[in-house]
């Protein structure tokens, strides 16, 4: 096998064969990549692609555990210019690299043959995909078609890592980390499809062919995820909230589903309060812990938070909503109107929550700030 050393040489006068991101040079079994950063942006101990030693030993335990990833096999850090640069030997990535598959601006023919195509992958390799992601939580993984390849043996391959936070690893039993890891850090099997033109003109049956697909490619990610995180099924009514009525729908139609997501239970509400109090704790651990400010658990980090379990979107369903729709001329200011409602409601948990507990500099100055804000607003909570 090519030394590091004699790779980098070699790729000197070798065509880089990156789809976009990093320089890369094949050499057979094996490529080089290429990561520089400019000297001048650089503190002292800062390095170009600072955290590469721990990538890969994290990368080269998970090819252990099975996720189909690549090995790293050498790693050089060298000085080129102006420059650092970090060079990772590695082995080259089984399959095709996904960006190959996602054309932009095809016709309707070539769209409905590229979600044919993804339908048709096997469902062991949806399953894979699944699994290897949550086994990726802590890597620092962008969950774009750059960084995945598709090899029809073996399935979906994951390359380009950032970090190895061995303190944060994916927990099944932890729903955080689950919406977490499926709506951020997993590739969806319909983001590699084809696409046409943004204003293509679609007959009204040419449109239900590409919904059908999307549809069932959608449908066959959802069994997926149930299959390798059998508790996923409570929540999945709350996963699947901003979807459209006409997938949920379809879901129930087909089976994929047992319960009818366009109706609202009782068991609705309590999955609601727990996933509510999952949020709650974790703003309250944000001000207590870290300091977090008002203006920024206010504008970010409650939107941020709830949204992740879609709660927001759910609040206009819930029985304790007394917000008339009908008062509304548009949906966007009652959708705006039931946001505030949440929000307020939300920050008078905070406080409460707060005034009841041991007080810190950190407390303090949080219902300091909390003050003038809630002067501001008519009590909701």
Partial sequence: ?????????????????????????DFGDVVLVKYSDSLRYMKNGEHARSMEEEVMEGINHKADLGVNTPRHIALKRVIEGDYETCYVLQEKCKGTNCTNYSK?????????????FVLNIPFS????????????????????????????????????????????????????KVFTALRYRIPKPLQITSRMEYDAKVSKEEQSTIDELEFAIKAKTLL???????????YEKFFLLHESDAFKAYLVKEKITDKDLLKVTEEDYVVFDELYQTVLDGIIDKIVNKGDTFENIELNEIRNDSLLFNLQKFW??????????????????????????????????????????????????????????????????
């Fill in 316 to 381: 206009q369903y819930h029985k304790d909503v007394s917000i008339d729709p009908s008062s509304f001329d548009d949906e966007y200011d009652y959708e705006r109107a039931v946001s505030r409602d949440y929000l307020q409601k939300f920050i008078g948990n905070v406080i409460t929550r707060l005034s009841l507990m041991p007080t810190n500099d950190h407390i303090q100055a949080f219902l300091k700030q909390a003050e003038s804000y809630m002067a501001s607003v008519p009590k909701t909570y």
């Fill in 125 to 176: 390799h949806y399953q894979k995909l699944i699994s290897d992601g949550c086994l990726l939580f802590e890597m620092g993984y962008e969950a774009k078609n750059k960084n995945l390849f598709y090899d029809e043996d073996t399935g979906f391959w994951f390359i380009d890592f950032l970090s190895n936070d061995k303190n944060n690893p994916f927990d099944i039993n932890d729903i955080t």
């Fill in 104 to 116: 932009y601006g095809v016709s309707f023919n070539e769209l409905v043959e590229s979600l044919k």
């Fill in 1 to 25: 096998m090519i030394s590091i050393e004699q790779a980098i040489e070699l790729a000197k006068n070798k065509e880089n064969m990156s789809n976009g991101g990093s320089a890369c040079f």
């Fill in 224 to 234: 997926a995820i149930k299959s390798v995180i059998p508790q996923f099924k409570r």
